[in-house]
């Protein structure tokens, strides 16, 4: 049998060297995009909507829909939205039922990016397990995709990559021909035990720190949280059985 192809795009800017218009591409910003999207369906949102700018997502407030409104631009939460882009705000908010506009730095960039040739799913630590098996199911070529920082390589989005090229590797279904792919995994193997430390000295887990939530780091570093898997429809992500 044929094993299908997991690729690892480390940037933005690579990412039209990768693009073929038949992999599914896993969009990931584990700091902290991708993370919020899976534990606001979690927590029941119905639908959220990724956009690229600011002033697109502004374009939502005075619509007739009860949308919230998202923003994050350097870590910071921008001025008049309803959040920020941590995860744990919607922990104990209820957004059941509810639209999310969101705009971030990286993550959301990363998407439209993609969703222009291909089919585009959200993955982070937090549903590494129910992605993997997701994607196994679906058996087609896979690009993980890591929104980066400003176009530029980060370490944890290829943490991620790592551990997910392992879970697809460990199945035989796959083959570890895309050197960033066999690059990834390796520094999950030298990181898996102990992921905050392993990044201790990267850029955004300081950035965050400066900013005070570091919180946010720990709680994007936990595994297999929830099973929820969002996947992009048009301009909106929503769960696949929506």
Same mark, same amino acid.
């Given at each position: ?21 038949? +992999? ?6 584990? #700091? ?122 980060? #370490? ?7 551990? #997910?090229?392992?879970?697809? #590797? ?32 990267? +850029? ?39």
């Amino acid at each position: 049998m044929k094993k299908r192809n997991i690729q690892v795009c480390m940037t933005p800017k690579l990412f039209s060297l990768y693009a073929d218009k038949k +992999s599914i591409v896993v969009v990931v910003d584990v #700091l902290r995009a991708t993370s919020s999207m899976c534990v606001a369906f979690e927590k029941g949102v119905e639908r959220m909507i990724p956009v690229s700018t600011v002033e697109e997502a502004l374009e939502y407030r005075n619509s007739d829909e009860d949308y919230i409104l998202a923003a994050e631009r350097n870590g910071k939460p921008v001025k008049s939205f309803d959040f920020g882009n941590s995860p744990q705000v919607y922990l104990n908010m209820d957004v059941k039922g509810k639209t999310v506009v969101m705009t971030t730095t990286n993550g959301t960039k990363a998407i439209n990016i993609a969703k222009k040739d291909h089919e585009v799913v959200v993955g982070s630590f937090l549903n590494l397990e129910a992605l993997a098996n997701w994607l196994v199911a679906k058996d087609q070529d896979v690009i993980v995709f890591c929104a980066g920082w400003k176009d530029k390589f980060n #370490l944890e989005d290829t943490l991620f990559a790592g551990a #997910l090229v392992s879970h697809l #590797l460990e199945t035989g279904l796959y083959n570890d021909s895309c050197d960033a792919a066999q690059a990834s995994r390796h520094l999950w193997d030298r990181s898996k035990d102990d992921l905050y430390a392993f990044l201790e000295n990267s +850029s955004h887990r300081n950035r965050l720190a400066k900013l005070d939530i570091d919180s946010d780091v720990h709680f994007c570093l936990k595994l297999n949280q929830t099973k929820k898997i969002p996947l992009l429809k048009g301009d909106f992500l929503v769960l696949e059985d929506k």
